[in-house]
């Protein structure tokens, strides 16, 4: 055998050994390869579409569900509740509270930072409260920190101190803090003409990358970016805020892909909401009454007529026919069915005959008050809303069907506020309330808020629900019994609690989308992601 073809030979069994060892490599590659698990990454858009556009970007003077949304974004709240009704402490270490309920000490987490650099303190909130508290900022908030007395502890803790046991307090702490260091310069009265309230310095787990405007300056898009000091940590890496003036154009939004998803949608357009698209709606904690006031109309001071008039009116009718399902039929002050109170026309009539009113030709009762022939008649106030205008002409028609005369009265929202819910100017008021807590009950019932600026709106007045309100606010649990004296007064006819509707990308993972209040549905956006990445084990943290 020659050298040549001894090389040659040798040749080929190093191809064939290589070729083995590459195999094995491969192989052991792959199996190790295999035990690798997918983990959350940084990175991806989220684009979300909503009707309106921001002005107070600030957790003491947010009002409107846009100014909401965006100050979840940019304020991470002290606390934040979960789905079991307890609190996720995001900003603060501990809340301790002393035996008789009245002092609450706030003990805030020491590694908070603004996006300007300044370092969170116990500072920061109390100039938060003091300035909830201060007339002159007119803060949506002020009532309801009305009497709290706070003090400095230490550098990151703070007490405050009630007036009287609260047993809803904790929930109040769901504020976001303002930098001290940038509003002191500020006067109060200036302080719903700052540029911070759209551009502000926060520490929330987003913050500003870039505006756009029309020409005339009001914003079209907030674009934001992951704020990587932030003690809520997220994945996705940008989110878009796209703002639009109606709902229609929203929708085409959707379709055109210029965004994601979409918050609070009429149910009348859900059909229109593109097959790709995840439709979350569950019910909200809001209640829509037609609020009854006998001190303007007379004829509804009796109790038989006011409960001749919720059982002429078709509940279910109006959730299936304006809402297409998206609401619940209710029957009681928390927006629960509680006392089974069915639609029942011809009962209706019986009752209100019982009171001395007869049919006339025309089908519609009267009665001979003080030698004049009066109409069973009275008008209804209401915010002029596309749902609530159908609401009301649906009660309208209901309520002319047993010979109840009825006349409808829309109004814009300033107009409705300042010239009919102030002055206590409508017969029937056709309004609604949000329910955080059962404690906020005491607002809208209690004989103390019967007079502006209370939100006692059928002026009901119960010498007996006003203890239970009290006792409620300290902690005793007796909704039940405020729930069976106010359907004792009758004092409003409860109708339904809405849905919301959410169309959310399908490509967004890892959403819990629980609602009490709409910006609510951004609790769970640091568990968001659409990308991921392969890692050992032992690599994950």
């Known amino acids: 055998m020659n050298k040549k073809t001894t090389f040659k030979k040798r040749q080929k069994i190093f191809f064939l050994v290589s070729l083995l060892f590459l195999a ?24 979300e579409g909503i009707v309106g556009t921001p002005r107070f970007i600030n957790p003491i003077l947010a009002q409107t569900q846009t100014d909401k949304d965006l100050t979840r974004l940019f304020f991470t709240p002290l606390l934040s509740p979960k789905e079991d009704g307890s609190f996720d402490n995001l900003l603060v270490e501990s809340v301790e509270i002393s035996p008789d309920k009245l002092k609450y000490r706030i003990n805030l987490k020491k590694d908070i930072y603004f996006n300007d650099g300044v370092n969170l303190t116990a500072e920061d909130l109390l100039f938060t409260i003091e300035s909830i508290q201060d007339p002159l900022t007119k803060s949506p908030l002020e009532s309801t920190w009305k009497g709290v007395s706070p003090k400095i502890i230490d550098k990151y803790s703070i007490e405050l101190t009630l007036p009287r046991p609260f047993g809803d307090f904790l929930s109040l702490l769901q504020i976001g803090v303002i930098p001290k260091h940038v509003w002191s310069k500020i006067s109060p009265q200036e302080f719903i003409f700052s540029i911070l309230n759209t551009k502000p310095v926060a520490y929330g787990p987003y913050s500003i990358k870039k505006i756009e405007t029309r020409k005339d300056g ?15 940590q997220t994945n996705i890496k940008k989110i878009s805020l796209i703002f639009f003036e109606n709902e229609n154009n929203l929708i085409k939004g959707l379709k055109k892909n ?13 059909n229109k ?5 995840t439709v979350y709606s569950e019910k909200l904690p809001r209640v829509f009454a037609l609020f009854l006031n006998p001190a303007e109309n007379t004829v509804l001071e009796s109790k038989k007529i006011r409960q001749a008039l919720e059982l002429a009116i078709d509940k279910q009718s109006i959730v299936d026919t304006v809402f297409f399902s998206y609401a619940s039929e209710i029957d009681s002050a928390l927006g629960n069915m509680n006392f089974n109170i069915p639609y029942n026309p011809s009962e ?9 009113w007869k049919k006339n030709e025309e089908g519609m009762y009267s009665k001979e008050i003080n030698k004049n022939t009066t109409l069973l008649s009275f008008d209804i106030a209401s915010p002029d809303i596309e749902e609530m205008k159908e609401v009301a002409e649906e009660i309208k028609a209901n309520l002319a069907l047993i010979g109840v005369t009825v006349s409808t009265h829309f109004y814009e929202e300033n107009n409705l506020t300042q010239n009919i819910i102030r002055p206590r100017n409508y017969d029937a008021l056709l309004f609604g309330y949000e329910i955080e807590r059962s404690s906020d009950l005491y607002s809208f019932w209690h004989s103390t808020q019967i007079s502006d600026p209370g939100l006692n709106v059928s002026l009901f007045k119960n010498t007996e629900l006003d203890v239970a309100l009290e006792q ?35 490509n967004i993972k890892g959403a819990s ?16 992601f659409s990308k991921t990445r392969h890692v050992w084990p032992f690599l994950i943290q």
Request: positive net charge; hydrophobic residues 40%; proline residues 5%.
């Open 348 to 356: 209706a009539e019986k009752l209100i005959e019982e009171e001395g």
């Open 472 to 506: 409620l606010r300290t902690g005793s649990d007796n909704t039940e019994k405020i729930e069976n004296l106010i359907n004792a007064g009758k004092p409003a006819i409860f109708l339904y609690s809405p849905s919301f509707i959410y169309a959310f990308p399908k």
């Open 513 to 528: 989308i629980s609602v009490t209040s709409a910006a609510d549905r951004f609790n769970s956006l640091r568990h968001w």
């Open 273 to 277: 909401i593109p097959k790709n698209y």
């Open 258 to 270: 210029k965004i994601d998803a979409a918050y609070g949608i009429s149910p009348k357009l859900i």
């Open 218 to 232: 009001s914003p079209t898009q907030y674009i934001l970016k992951r704020y990587k000091n932030a003690v809520e």
């Open 24 to 47: 094995i490599l491969i192989g052991l590659w792959s199996y190790l390869e295999s035990f690798k698990v997918e983990v959350k990454s940084i990175g991806g858009t989220y684009k």
